[in-house]
T-cell receptor, first 112, second 115 residues
Framework: GDSVTQMEGPVTLSEEAFLTINCTYT??????LFWYVQYPGEGLQLLLK?????DKGSNKGFEATYRKETTSFHLEKGSVQVSDSAVYFC???????????FGKGTRLSVIA | GAGVSQSPSNKVTEKGKDVELRCDPI?????LYWYRQSLGQGLEFLIY????????KSGLPSDRFSAERTGGSVSTLTIQRTQQEDSAVYLC?????????????FGPGTRLLVL
């Protein structure tokens, strides 16, 4: 079945550091890929998504490119802020009526 | 506009008791999902409703778990004879349509603790 693997955390960075959170997937067909973020005390919210190969999703300075050849969707940000501290989930959506498949989440802590 | 709401936000119960968790999706969203988030784990799919179709119950971990969706809107997740391993955050999400490209909008979750 479909699956998502993302790097385990926690990840601790200093403010303005470069961030990469790796995500790879296994799926049949042509899935859509998502990054969701969960800020402390809040529910999950969509950060960005890409629906086909070579698409780049971007939002709030974060970017991820859908790489079919490496089955990856790594999340990057050039300069993190303390306010980016959260748990980040990579997820996959496949054929019509199936739910999202999530990775286990990566906790990011950014220190000033 | 209003997002997905869930109630209660926290629930503490004793082992063996039944609990009901409620989800109010975004108005007009036809798809509704329940997930479970356990400590150190990702999100585990439980059940999915799409319009008037029969729900996809393939993720329910045991027959103690059931869910219904009334009038295509509000949904209730029921856990009978709760066990300590049921302790988790239960998340509800809705989307305008079903489909691989659809963004799911999540509620804040219900944190369940079974003593």
């Amino acid at each position: 079945g479909d699956s998502v693997t993302q790097m385990e955390g926690p990840v601790t960075l200093s403010e303005e550091a470069f961030l990469t959170i790796n995500c790879t997937y296994t799926a049949t067909g042509y899935p859509s890929l998502f990054w969701y973020v969960q800020y402390p005390g809040e529910g999950l919210q969509l950060l960005l998504k890409a629906t086909k190969a070579d698409d780049k999703g971007s939002n709030k300075g974060f970017e991820a490119t859908y790489r079919k050849e490496t089955t990856s969707f790594h999340l990057e940000k050039g300069s993190v802020q303390v306010s980016d501290s959260a748990v980040y989930f990579c997820a996959l959506g496949n054929s019509g009526n199936t739910p999202l498949v999530f990775g286990k989440g990566t906790r990011l802590s950014v220190i000033a | 506009g209003a997002g997905v709401s869930q109630s209660p936000s926290n629930k503490v119960t004793e082992k063996g008791k039944d609990v009901e968790l409620r989800c109010d999706p975004i108005s007009g969203h036809t798809a509704l999902y329940w997930y479970r988030q356990s400590l150190g784990q990702g999100l585990e799919f439980l059940i999915y409703f799409q319009g008037n179709s029969a729900p996809d119950k393939s993720g329910l971990p045991s027959d103690r778990f059931s869910a219904e969706r009334t009038g295509g809107s509000v949904s209730t997740l029921t856990i009978q004879r709760t066990q300590q391993e049921d302790s988790a955050v239960y998340l509800c999400a809705s989307s305008p349509l079903s489909g691989r490209q659809e963004t799911q909008y999540f509620g804040p979750g219900t944190r369940l603790l079974v003593l």
